[in-house]
């Protein structure tokens, strides 16, 4: 039953436009809340709240860094459903125009601080 129910939830998790953009950005690096803001220009609670949809589905983990907390793909707890479908994410065509955007941002994207607003 266990198995059902972590299939469901990487499916949900998967079936948002936000979540796989997210995900796309944290297969080229790691992540504090802030960068993901600004690569995706998106609010914090947004982001705040589909970080925790992708780690609640076993995607990312995050861990403390200093003063943040950074996310990353979880390659080594991840249920084995989020890691072949994170695959799929990873290898979705390069010439898209909102991922490519995304990637370009997130190059520019900076560490702001806790009180990161939009």
């Given at each position: 039953?266990?198995?059902?129910?972590?299939?469901?939830?990487?499916?949900?998790?998967?079936?948002?436009?936000?979540?796989?953009?997210?995900?796309?950005?944290?297969m080229?690096?790691?992540?504090?809340?802030?960068?993901?803001?600004?690569?995706?220009?998106?609010?914090?609670?947004?982001?705040?709240r589909?970080?925790?949809?992708?780690?609640?589905?076993?995607?990312?983990?995050a861990?403390?860094?200093?003063i943040w907390?950074?996310?990353s793909?979880?390659?080594?707890?991840?249920?084995r459903?989020?890691?072949s479908l994170?695959?799929?994410?990873?290898?979705?065509?390069?010439?898209?125009?909102?991922?490519?955007?995304?990637?370009?941002?997130?190059?520019?994207?900076?560490?702001?601080?806790?009180?990161?607003?939009?």
């Amino acid at each position: 039953m266990k198995t059902m129910q972590d299939l469901i939830k990487t499916f949900k998790a998967l079936s948002d436009e936000t979540r796989l953009r997210i995900l796309n950005i944290l297969m080229e690096r790691e992540c504090c809340v802030c960068e993901v803001m600004q690569a995706l220009d998106i609010s914090q609670s947004r982001a705040s709240r589909n970080l925790g949809i992708l780690e609640e589905a076993g995607f990312v983990k995050a861990r403390r860094d200093g003063i943040w907390i950074v996310y990353s793909i979880d390659r080594k707890t991840a249920n084995r459903y989020a890691l072949s479908l994170a695959g799929l994410v990873e290898n979705s065509p390069p010439n898209d125009k909102v991922l490519a955007q995304d990637r370009e941002r997130l190059k520019r994207s900076k560490r702001i601080g806790p009180g990161c607003t939009k």
